[in-house]
């Protein structure tokens, strides 16, 4: 190791610091430059994170490539045990990591619990799973004296990319699968949330994660085309997997393509919630509401139109504005964001919306909240294909609200986007539910609850723009391993 490139060693991960490191071969690196990490709460800097260099990114592949070959070979039980030692760690540090979440993101008490749990049923789930999912079979074959097995192996360095808006699950889910199937990985953290990010590297530091099996990558915002593009292109790197918007997804993909490197991608989404007119009002009111602006909506499964039968159209309305004001309603529950640009961001699409003739519903009255990055929930209605919100990923708490006569017409409007992560149903007739839910392009749609859903026993990701490949049990063990044919003759 260049140890030119460090200026701190192994610390104890919960001592206070000033500036966030990097952490490559199970020691943390604090650079020469740095940047702010700036809470949405005060719009003022926590503290600063340190920013990698090529030599850095070059360091921590180099890392991970001399870390392989033995970690490759370690027996399941080991990788088991060091995963379930990691989800005893998180539960154990669970308040310091909840307040990272809090200074970074504006995570509220109940938002940290959600994620944090997350993350410990993560690192439970897949300790369980690991021994299955490499476990290969002996087809027959159909040649005379021919026999065959099928096995399967870790690809080598892997790069997990994911995004700050729930920092701790997807931070681990683009890493674990990873290590857990025997690949080495490099985390490359958001400029938001960079000591949530560090927090876990230092778990599996904590648990004793051989060195270079997982490294810390950090970088100040102008430096992402840098360092997305030494990543995505260094000969060590075998696989890549992105969690954020399309846009940028699009981007990896290309780079990733012209290197012939195969990627994983969960993108965005425009998440329909469909409220049949035999549905539960107020069940379906506080999934929808919750769905659509849990973490002020910043969440690529978030509810952004909720399609409602003409016939029980007023009465929802009603029973959504009551919710709102219930859940949402005070100083101290009112959404944050994670910036004041993506606070204007969504005022705009918003304010688009209203000149073109769309109506906001009055559920809260004036904001009480001077806070820039503090935004109340907005409901839409005559929101029409000519207004930027139609077809726009808000990522942000404002929905669309829109009614529909018959199944086929609401059916359309939720497939007229060009994303399909999640969606909802909601009906007393699972017959009909699941007629609709057959129809809807997504990667998953879920019944009587809010498109807000992700859990480690089911496979996750979308269609169309939304991405390709999954995340979660054995579907997202599987995308970290390769399969090897082998065959002798007798």
């Given at each position: ?103 970074e993101i504006g995570a509220d008490e109940g938002y940290q619990d959600f994620i944090l749990g997350l993350t410990i049923d993560g690192f439970r789930d897949t300790a369980g799973r690991i021994a299955g999912a490499v476990t290969g079979t002996v087809p027959e074959s159909n ?6 097995m099928v096995l399967k192996r870790p690809y080598g360095v892997n790069v997990g990319i994911a995004p700050w808006n729930a920092p701790y699950h997807l931070g681990l889910r683009s890493v674990l699968f990873a290590i857990a199937a025997g690949n080495t990985a490099i985390l ?104 659509a602006f849990l973490n002020a909506g910043q969440i690529c499964m978030s509810t952004e139109r909720v399609l409602v039968h003409e016939s029980i159209a007023a009465d929802f309305e009603k029973v959504l504005a009551a919710t709102i004001r219930n859940v949402f309603g005070t ?160």
């Amino acid at each position: 190791m260049r140890t030119h490139l460090l200026r701190a060693v192994r610390p104890n991960g919960r001592r206070s610091m000033s500036t966030v490191p990097l952490m490559i071969n199970n020691k943390d690196v604090i650079t020469t430059t740095t940047a702010p990490t700036i809470s949405p709460l005060t719009n003022k800097p926590v503290w600063s994170f340190s920013s990698a260099s090529d030599a850095h990114v070059e360091e921590a592949v180099q890392s991970c490539q001399a870390a392989f070959p033995a970690w490759s070979k370690t027996k399941v039980c080991h990788r088991r045990d060091l995963l379930l030692s990691c989800a005893d760690i998180v539960a154990r540090r669970k308040t310091e990591l909840g307040g990272y979440m809090h200074h970074e993101i504006g995570a509220d008490e109940g938002y940290q619990d959600f994620i944090l749990g997350l993350t410990i049923d993560g690192f439970r789930d897949t300790a369980g799973r690991i021994a299955g999912a490499v476990t290969g079979t002996v087809p027959e074959s159909n040649l005379p004296g021919m026999r065959a097995m099928v096995l399967k192996r870790p690809y080598g360095v892997n790069v997990g990319i994911a995004p700050w808006n729930a920092p701790y699950h997807l931070g681990l889910r683009s890493v674990l699968f990873a290590i857990a199937a025997g690949n080495t990985a490099i985390l490359k953290g958001s400029e938001f949330t960079p000591r949530c990010y560090y927090a876990i590297a230092d778990i599996f530091r904590e648990a004793g994660l051989p060195d270079g099996v997982l490294n810390l990558i950090l970088h100040a915002p102008q430096d992402g085309p840098r360092v997305m593009d030494k990543l995505v292109t260094h000969e060590h790197v075998k696989k890549i997997n992105f969690t954020g918007s399309t846009r940028v997804g699009s981007i990896i993909a290309k780079k990733a393509g012209e290197h012939l490197k195969p990627v994983l991608m969960e993108l965005g989404g425009k998440a329909s919630a469909i409220v049949l007119e035999d549905a539960d009002l107020e069940k379906a009111a506080l999934q929808c509401a919750l769905g659509a602006f849990l973490n002020a909506g910043q969440i690529c499964m978030s509810t952004e139109r909720v399609l409602v039968h003409e016939s029980i159209a007023a009465d929802f309305e009603k029973v959504l504005a009551a919710t709102i004001r219930n859940v949402f309603g005070t100083p101290e529950t009112t959404p944050v964001l994670i910036s004041a640009s993506s606070a204007h961001r969504n005022r705009d699409l918003v304010g688009d919306a209203v000149t073109k003739g769309a109506r906001s519903m009055d559920i809260l009255g004036a904001p009480a909240s001077q806070v820039e990055t503090r935004m109340q929930p907005i409901v839409l209605q005559g929101v029409r294909e000519d207004m930027d919100l139609y077809q726009t990923e808000s990522f942000g708490p404002s929905t669309s609200l829109f009614t529909f006569k018959t199944d086929a017409e609401a059916i359309s409007l939720a497939n007229n986007t060009a994303y399909g992560l999640s969606a909802a149903v909601f009906t007393k007739d699972l017959n009909r539910a699941f007629k609709v839910a057959e129809e809807l392009e997504s990667g998953a749609v879920h019944i009587n609850s809010m498109t807000v859903h992700d859990e480690y026993t089911l496979p996750h990701g979308g269609v169309k723009k939304s991405g390709f490949g999954r995340f979660n049990g054995y579907q997202g063990m599987d995308e970290f391993l390769y399969y090897k044919t082998v065959t002798w003759q007798e």
